[in-house]
C-alpha cells in the first residue's frame, strides 16, 4: 500500500470588520512544488474536492473571526491530506492562522472557532475520518 499526501496553500487579504475577501490566492503540491491552483472544466476531480474543504474551512475560520470582533488583514490555511492508494482519505488535518488588525484572540474565542470550523458542512461529512485535526491561530498584525 502506498499512501498518497496532498497539500493545499491559501493566503488571504481582507478588508473591513466583517474580514471580507479583498484578495485570495491557493496553491497546491504538485511533485514537490508549490503551484497556482486553477480549477477549471479539466482540473481533476479529487483537486477540487480538495478545494471546497479548504474554502469551506476559511469561510467558517474568518466568518467566526469576525463574530468575535477578530479583525484579520491576513491569513493563511494549510490542509494536508492522506489518502491510501484509492484516494480514501486517512488523515485531514486542518490549520488557519490569521494576522490580527483589531481584536484579542482568548483561548476561549479560539476553541470556539475551531470547534465551529469542525461544524462547517464539509467538515460535517467527512466525520468519519479517525485521524481528523483542526487549528485556528491568531497573531499580532
Given amino acids: ?3 498518497l499526501t496532498f497539500q493545499m496553500l491559501l493566503h488571504c487579504h481582507y478588508t473591513g470588520d466583517e474580514n471580507n475577501i479583498e484578495q485570495l490566492h491557493v496553491e497546491h503540491l504538485v511533485a514537490n512544488n508549490w ?12 483537486d477540487t474536492f480538495m478545494y471546497a474543504i479548504l474554502t469551506c474551512q476559511h469561510m467558517f475560520f474568518r466568518n467566526n ?4 470582533d477578530l479583525v484579520m488583514e491576513s491569513s493563511e490555511g ?3 491530506v492522506i489518502t491510501n492508494e484509492h484516494r480514501s482519505i486517512q488523515t485531514l ?3 488557519f492562522k490569521g494576522k490580527l488588525k483589531k ?13 465551529r470550523m469542525a461544524l462547517c458542512p464539509v467538515s460535517i461529512n467527512l466525520k468519519d475520518i479517525t485521524n481528523n485535526h483542526i487549528k485556528a491561530s491568531f497573531e499580532a498584525a
Avoid at 35 to 46: A, C, V, W, Y
Avoid at 103 to 114: F, P, Q, R, Y
Fill in 1 to 3: 500500500m502506498n499512501d
Fill in 35 to 46: 503551484q497556482k491552483l486553477s480549477i477549471n472544466n479539466s482540473s481533476p476531480g479529487f
Fill in 65 to 68: 473571526a469576525a463574530e468575535y
Fill in 78 to 80: 494549510l490542509i494536508t
Fill in 93 to 95: 488535518n486542518v490549520e
Fill in 103 to 115: 481584536g484579542e484572540a482568548t483561548k476561549d474565542k479560539v476553541d470556539s472557532i475551531t470547534a
